[in-house]
């Protein structure tokens, strides 16, 4: 921003300090800064909402100290990635309603931004999302997830998502008989 | 490293509630955590899935949580209409949102169900 001649330097100190206030530092568990739009970052997190008007936001850098680095990134670049983006008609007029869909779908940018994650990054994502209370953004991760699940056996989907069966044999025959229905043309 | 079964509860809602029925259903047998995630499903939409009488019976008998929106098709084969009624009675103490029911009947049968926090959408399909 171009400063006026003439001013003070008062002036200009405080006009650099209003331009920082545009955005608010978070500091990942292992010690990484990044930089945030403040006005998404209090949009589309709750909790971020929440910080910034409590004023427990800090300047050198505000700990999230259960988001790691990779996490805490995507988080970062989604924000500033919706801070710029113009919402589509479609995502503007989708209240929620169990007639169409009760949930809105991903915006063709958010599909993008997911599909180019990786399983473990899609997951910390997702926990990141849900610890900072980002709905939209735990909208697109899980449907992501559920994207990956659809059409697959139960052995598939405990291979991809690298989940440990921890039924009992006995159990598994049990639920395998109450949802027979599900399971017919197996 | 992040291992799916380590996502919260309600995270596992938000991914079995965007999923068919039926793969919901199927995720039950995933693990322990997913098995209670779908006994505890926020939202039944019957008409995701292929789903008959008996389906539907042992989904909400099985179920032990509340339920926000339920979606069910009636569908009247030769003459009978299945007992709706106990159904609804089932939901009924699952502090429903909204019950959107459609009947391939002509008329609708008397189920009731009104109650503050529950909306009944109630509409007849005509006959093919």
Avoid at chain 1, 5 to 15: F, L, P, S, V
Avoid at chain 1, 123 to 129: C, K, N, S, T, Y
């Amino acid at each position: 921003m171009e400063v006026d001649k003439g001013k003070g330097e008062a002036e200009e100190t405080r006009k650099v300090a209003e331009a920082d206030r545009d955005t608010v530092t978070l500091k990942s568990s292992d010690g990484k800064l990044f930089e945030v739009s403040k006005e998404a970052a209090a949009r589309l997190s709750t909790v971020l909402a929440g910080m910034i008007a409590g004023g427990s936001i800090d300047d050198n850098g505000t700990d999230l100290k259960q988001i790691g680095s990779e996490a805490l990134e995507n988080v970062v670049d989604y924000c500033n990635k919706h801070a710029n983006s113009i919402p589509s008609a479609a995502l503007i007029s989708s209240s929620i309603s169990f007639n169409t869909a009760p949930f809105k779908e991903p915006e063709e940018w958010e599909r993008k931004f997911v599909d180019r994650l990786s399983h473990d990054a899609l997951f910390d994502l997702v926990e990141a999302a849900n610890f900072l209370g980002m709905e939209r953004l735990l909208d697109v991760t899980c449907h992501k997830i559920s994207e990956m699940m659809k059409g697959k056996s139960p052995d598939q989907i405990r291979e991809v998502f690298n989940i440990k069966n921890d039924y009992t044999k006995e159990e598994l025959e049990e639920i395998r008989q109450e949802l027979a229905w599900a399971f017919y043309d197996d | 490293m992040a291992i799916v079964s380590d996502l919260p509860p309600e995270v596992l809602d938000l991914i079995l509630v965007r999923l068919p029925l039926r793969d919901a259903a199927r995720s039950s047998v995933l693990s322990v955590a997913w098995g209670q995630s779908w006994r505890q499903l926020s939202d039944l939409d019957f008409t995701s899935s292929p789903c008959d009488r008996a389906a539907i019976d042992a989904v909400l008998l099985s179920h032990s949580g509340s339920v926000r929106h339920v979606r069910l098709e009636v569908t009247v084969t030769d003459g009978h209409l299945p007992n709706v009624q106990t159904w609804v009675d089932a939901l009924s103490k699952k502090m429903l949102q909204s019950l959107k029911l459609s009947f391939n009947a002509p008329s609708v049968p008397s189920v009731l169900m009104e109650g503050q926090d529950t909306e009944i959408i109630r509409h007849s399909v005509q006959k093919q």
